[in-house]
């Protein structure tokens, strides 16, 4: 008797641990495939604003000799439609060989598809940068090192340029401090599992 108790109790066993098996093998193939999926998008995104903003570079290089955002920094910032969403612009991380779009409002759905700008504008500063942690979007975020640059150039040219000055790590709850107006440019992600959020801190180069 005691014995087939046993028998039963280890079948159970191998029987659970072979569908968590199942289920981590599953959740790790769809994480790859949704990293896959969203790389395709921004790249795809990229590609159509690059040449949107070479185009408008071409057509606006002659008589403008002050950029817009200069006479006014609290001008909303321009945008392009792409598929039913609005962009201001693309990042590009060259240490990381990351370029991606940036849209111009953020939500759970949207950063699924490219980063979102959260707060502030790359004009008036304060510029916060919300993206998801795909291994194609934030995820690199944490190997960044004071003083890499970083670069954004807006739908209509103007180029922004960066550097990292410190990474920080806030708890949820703390995520308002994003909009912390002390720093030009802000780029957030989640930390693998969600629990924190990484920032990474940036200002103008002097």
């Known amino acids: 008797m005691k014995n087939g ?6 079948a159970v066993w191998m029987a659970g641990g072979a569908l968590f098996l199942a289920a981590s093998l599953a959740l790790e193939a769809y994480n790859l495939w949704d990293d896959r999926r969203a790389k395709r998008a921004s790249e795809g995104v990229c590609e ?6 070479e185009a408008e570079e071409n057509y606006g290089a002659e008589g403008q000799e002050i950029p817009e955002y200069v006479i006014d920094s609290d001008r909303e910032m321009p945008v392009v439609e792409i598929d ?3 962009y201001i612009g693309i990042l590009e991380i060259p240490a990381l060989e990351l370029s991606l779009p940036v849209m111009s409002e953020w939500s759970y759905e949207k950063l699924k598809t490219a980063p979102c700008r959260y707060a502030g504008s790359a004009y008036a500063g304060g510029f916060v940068v919300a993206g998801h942690n795909y291994r194609a979007h934030f995820t690199p975020l944490k190997n960044l090192e004071p003083g ?7 739908v209509e ?7 990292v000055s410190e990474l920080e790590t806030l708890k949820p ?24 959020r990484l920032a990474v801190r940036c200002r103008k180069p002097s």
């Open 5 to 10: 108790r046993q028998k039963k109790k280890g």
């Open 48 to 53: 159509e604003l690059s040449r949107f903003m």
């Open 84 to 86: 039913g969403n609005e």
């Open 148 to 154: 890499t640059r970083i670069s954004f150039q807006d």
């Open 157 to 163: 040219g103007n180029l922004f340029f960066y550097e």
């Open 173 to 196: 709850q703390e995520v308002e401090n994003m909009k912390d107006r002390g720093w030009d440019l802000t780029l957030f992600t989640c930390t693998y599992g969600g629990k924190n």
